[in-house]
């Protein structure tokens, strides 16, 4: 079975590993190297081919960078993630509001960890119209559950609900987010 696999290899991308890109990055490298004493061509067909290639090396590199770069996603799609993290978020909290005997007194604590690394598509999530702009942020049970959709646990013959603060901590850096609150009867 890995004989099959190890035996397969990837295909190169013509743009940059081609015989015309190997001669222009060769070209480049002995330009780099000696720039005061590198020869010119003195026939102007020689000229023109070299800055031909040269030009078609560049470009392909400029293909390559644009082709890595992340394509700005419009308000559906937008819109489409940030409720995929919310229905997370949201059945993440619920599993966490269990029955504990410090629900009665509404100081039972739950969290969440979650990740996203988009922060348009965080900001999306809690209605913030673009990228966040905190690192921490308190919002009310209410606000919270008007953002993210209503969230309530229950025990047996009770409700429990959402209570106090929700603290929201955001690491651009990392992204990745945590909330976290209290819940209760």
């Known amino acids: 079975m890995s004989s099959t696999v190890a035996g397969k290899k990837r295909k190169s991308d013509a743009s940059t590993s081609g015989p015309a890109a ?3 990055r060769l070209m480049v490298d002995a330009i780099l190297a000696d720039t005061s004493n590198y020869p010119v061509p003195e026939d102007d067909d020689d000229a023109r081919q070299s800055l031909v290639e040269l030009a078609k090396y560049a470009r392909s590199l400029e293909d390559q960078i644009a082709a890595s770069q992340p394509q700005a996603k419009s308000a559906d799609q937008l819109e489409a993630a940030a409720e995929k993290l919310r229905k997370a978020a949201r059945s993440g909290i619920k599993k966490q509001m269990t029955w504990k005997p410090s629900c009665k007194t509404g100081g039972s604590r739950w969290m969440y960890d979650g990740v996203c690394s988009d922060a348009d598509v965080f900001g999306a999530m809690l209605n913030l119209g673009g990228p966040p702009t905190f690192k921490t942020k308190k919002m009310t049970a209410e606000e919270f559950q008007g953002v993210m959709g ?19 901590q955001w690491k651009p850096d990392e992204g990745t987010f945590k909330f976290s609150g209290t819940h209760g009867i």
């Open 150 to 168: 209503t969230i309530e646990g229950s025990a047996r013959y009770n409700t429990l609900y959402m209570r106090g603060n929700v603290n929201i």
């Open 22 to 24: 190997k001669k222009a």
